[in-house]
T-cell receptor, first 114, second 113 residues
Framework: DAKTTQPPSMDCAEGRAANLPCNHSTISGNEYVYWYRQIHSQGPQYIIHGLKNNETNEMASLIITEDRKSSTLILPHATLRDTAVYYCIVINGPPETSGSRLTFGEGTQLTVNP | DSGVTQTPKHLITATGQRVTLRCSPRSGDLSVYWYQQSLDQGLQFLIHYYNGEERAKGNILERFSAQQFPDLHSELNLSSLELGDSALYFC????????????FGQGTRLTVV
């Protein structure tokens, strides 16, 4: 699985967009980009994932560069409850790969300030 | 609520003891994953079961074992406990053997004294 690099911490004002970058320069063609977050001591929560195209759901948007070497998770209107550690993870996606699992790095601690 | 249930929520036990952590996956999910999160190690993958069969092992100690039962619930057994085993243990489930998205339980906090 490709290694990812994320800033250790970021701050964002409540109501503003939070843009969390992730570098995955060694990503290969069949690897997906997944984002999870973990609010203090709770179980990690899936946010979004993508392969090549930009993706959007009710929680966030994922922008993947054309060369796929980096991506940005966008929380369009951050709230205090979005304060969490955000993990960018690159893994082999479908079809089935034996031993597929999430490898969590250090992530980015996002703090949303009032 | 992710739909993944872990019991117990908290567990305090003495060194040398054995404990069993239980996980009930979301309805319909065949894959169960176990993770350990300690203060100095972050989230570490332990083991993955799919439909009752072990599919992958991570940094799981020989003192630890797991199984997935026919009803798809899973148990993580930790024996000869040491102080360093104190951690949050998370279970996650997903539909397929490969990842689409995984849903995590709220964890079991194990304290070894």
């Amino acid at each position: 699985d490709a290694k990812t690099t994320q800033p250790p911490s970021m701050d964002c004002a409540e109501g503003r967009a939070a843009n969390l970058p992730c570098n995955h320069s060694t990503i290969s063609g069949n690897e997906y980009v997944y984002w999870y977050r973990q609010i203090h001591s709770q179980g990690p929560q899936y946010i979004i994932h993508g392969l090549k195209n930009n993706e959007t759901n009710e929680m966030a948007s994922l922008i993947i560069t054309e060369d796929r070497k980096s991506s940005t998770l966008i929380l369009p209107h951050a709230t205090l409850r979005d304060t969490a550690v955000y993990y960018c993870i690159v893994i082999n996606g479908p079809p089935e790969t034996s031993g597929s699992r999430l490898t969590f790095g250090e992530g980015t601690q996002l703090t949303v300030n009032p | 609520d992710s739909g993944v249930t872990q019991t117990p929520k908290h567990l305090i036990t003495a060194t040398g003891q054995r404990v069993t952590l239980r996980c009930s996956p979301r309805s319909g999910d065949l894959s169960v994953y176990w993770y350990q999160q300690s203060l100095d190690q972050g989230l570490q993958f332990l083991i993955h079961y799919y439909n009752g069969e072990e599919r992958a092992k991570g940094n799981i100690l020989e003192r630890f074992s797991a199984q997935q039962f026919p009803d798809l619930h899973s148990e993580l057994n930790l024996s000869s406990l040491e102080l360093g085993d104190s951690a949050l243990y998370f279970c996650a489930s997903s539909v397929e053997v490969s990842y689409t998205e995984a849903f995590f339980g709220q964890g079991t906090r194990l304290t070894v004294v």
